[in-house]
């Protein structure tokens, strides 16, 4: 289907999902953000196993579940037999972008709820860039979780989009964040009042821009 075999669907999503597996699968991010007004936002995503195969936009055959296509590309033994195109053409679109955002921090240097002139995208929040975004929807928890890629300028379907300054990773089993994937550099993270939760992000974030200048020296 258009200028993507099924042999080269399943190179990308291969490689996507080895990547998934590094650098999502299991984890939490947590995005710092501010808006234009300098309000501080907090939001955390969950990615599991089961997400990936919505981020390619294939369609699986009906006995294949999310996790076992997930396990498929992983395993390297995903076949053209296991899959279909959408006939809308939207999983060419995700394959384009997929290994762009498919990374610790997802590329993303801004979020903002899907804008309502796009409700028809079946998603609540992006994050992304100029170049692509991830789709996310809420779990019900406080969290979101994956639900689709766009190849799409961010900034063209969100309402208000706030700027990310630093994006935190744990492991979905973990109760603090302790590792900085992302971090604007020479930002005052402890000029905004944290809640509680997250009181401690701001030293960690100062910890990690100490350790940072110094390996620069």
């Not at 258009?2 to 590094?22: E, P, Q, W």
């Not at 990936?52 to 037999?81: Q, W």
């Not at 961010?154 to 208000?160: F, L, P, Y």
Request: proline share 3%; charged share 30%.
């Amino acid at each position: 289907m258009g200028h993507y075999s099924k042999k080269d669907a399943i190179s990308v999503v291969t490689k996507c999902a080895l990547r998934f597996k590094n650098e999502l699968d299991g984890k939490n991010l947590l995005f710092v953000c501010y808006d234009k007004t300098d309000r501080l936002s907090l939001i955390e995503f969950t990615f599991k196993s089961m997400n990936f195969l919505h981020m390619t936009g294939l369609v699986p055959d009906r006995n294949i579940t999310a996790k076992e296509f997930y396990r498929k590309c992983v395993d390297h033994k995903l076949s053209e037999r296991d899959f279909e195109f959408p006939e809308n053409g939207t999983a060419e679109l995700k394959l384009d972008v997929l290994p762009h955002v498919i990374s610790k921090d997802l590329s993303a240097r801004m979020i903002g709820d899907l804008g309502s002139l796009h409700l028809k995208l079946h998603t609540e929040k992006l994050a992304g860039s100029v170049r692509a975004c991830v789709g996310f929807v809420h779990t019900g928890n406080g969290r979101y979780v994956p639900n689709t890629v766009l190849k799409t300028d961010i900034r063209d379907n969100v309402d208000k989009p706030s700027r990310v300054v630093a994006v935190l990773r744990k492991g979905i089993e973990h109760r603090a964040y302790r590792e900085v994937t992302y971090k604007v550099r020479d930002f005052d993270f402890s000029s905004s009042k944290w809640p509680d939760e997250y009181g401690y992000v701001p030293r960690l974030l100062e910890s990690d821009r100490q350790q940072t200048d110094k390996s620069v020296i």
